[in-house]
């Protein structure tokens, strides 16, 4: 039952992400509706990876989250960094495995708040999710966070 939890919940983040990719070619073009090279020049280009305070500070200002809802987030971004650095340290027990699977959900709340009213952010954020993960993961660039 926990794998079908584990597969759904990257179904939807696949979804989410391919919702908030809105102008990004799904797949091939069809025969004789547009070539190669008319397609490719229409695609945006990919935004840049935000830098954690630059998102910190856009989430800040973003009216897409309410207060309360910003408060929440923040003791769970809190919380996850807490997992992290106790990772790093050697003296958690979660698994690497455990930490992505915390971390997607986090970020699959703050884009389902962000998608319908802020959603250049969510574009943003879904872009620099991987920059983030890295970050987060190698303890050198982990231990410039605190």
């Known amino acids: 039952m926990e794998r079908l939890s584990h597969l759904a919940i990257g179904l939807v983040g696949t979804a989410l992400g391919a919702t908030?990719?809105?102008?990004?070619?799904?797949?091939?073009?069809?025969?004789?509706?547009?070539?190669?090279?008319?397609?490719?020049?229409?695609?945006?280009?990919?935004?840049?990876p935000l830098d954690l305070t630059s998102l910190e500070k856009r989430l800040r200002q973003s009216k897409a989250i309410g207060v309360f809802t910003?408060?929440?987030?923040k003791n769970q971004v809190d919380d996850l960094l807490d997992e992290f650095r106790a990772f790093h340290d050697g003296k958690g027990d979660a698994t690497i495995a455990e930490l992505r699977e915390s971390y997607d959900l986090l970020l699959l709340k703050v884009l389902s708040l962000l998608q319908d009213k802020d959603a250049k952010l969510a574009r943003d954020l879904v872009a620099s999710r991987e920059a983030i993960w890295s970050v987060l993961v190698d303890p050198a660039k982990f231990s410039t966070l605190q």
């Open 70 to 73: 910003k408060l929440a987030l």
């Open 20 to 48: 908030l990719l809105v102008g990004f070619p799904a797949g091939p073009c069809l025969a004789g509706t547009a070539s190669p090279a008319a397609t490719t020049s229409r695609v945006p280009a990919a935004p840049a």
